[in-house]
């Protein structure tokens, strides 16, 4: 068994532990704290599957938004605008997606960030 490296990334809504890296896949575990979103985004190649794993998240997937608990799993293909938000409370997601951790098309941000 080999035993991997936990690679933490801070970011300004909470933070992400990518427990899997390879040529085909990646596995992050995503940490959105209460009153914080992450960009209304969309990837031009990545493909996401994601599980709440704890907390109620505000959901936007294209044109629908929605909040889901535990359990709820959904995808995010290529090109589908999206947005991932906590205003109630902690959000922890697991996230299992393709791996183009590069391709972020950010089209609106509250902390600044611009683009890519």
Not at 1 to 19: A, S, T
Not at 53 to 76: H, I, N
Not at 79 to 105: K, N, Y
Request: contains cysteine; hydrophobic residues 35%; glycine residues 10%.
């Amino acid at each position: 068994m080999k035993l991997g490296r936990i690679e933490r990334v801070c970011k300004p809504w909470g933070h992400e532990m990518i427990f899997a890296r390879t040529r085909k896949y990646v596995g992050k575990i995503l940490v959105i704290n209460k009153g914080h979103r992450l960009s209304l985004q969309l990837h031009r190649r990545k493909h996401e599957t994601l599980i709440v794993q704890r907390g109620r998240l505000k959901l936007t997937l294209g044109k629908r938004t929605r909040t889901v608990g535990p359990g709820t799993a959904f995808e995010v293909p290529p090109r589908t605008i999206h947005r991932f938000e906590a205003p109630q409370g902690r959000v922890t997601l697991i996230e299992v997606s393709t791996p183009e951790l590069w391709d972020v098309v950010r089209l609106q941000d509250d902390y600044g960030r611009r683009g890519k």
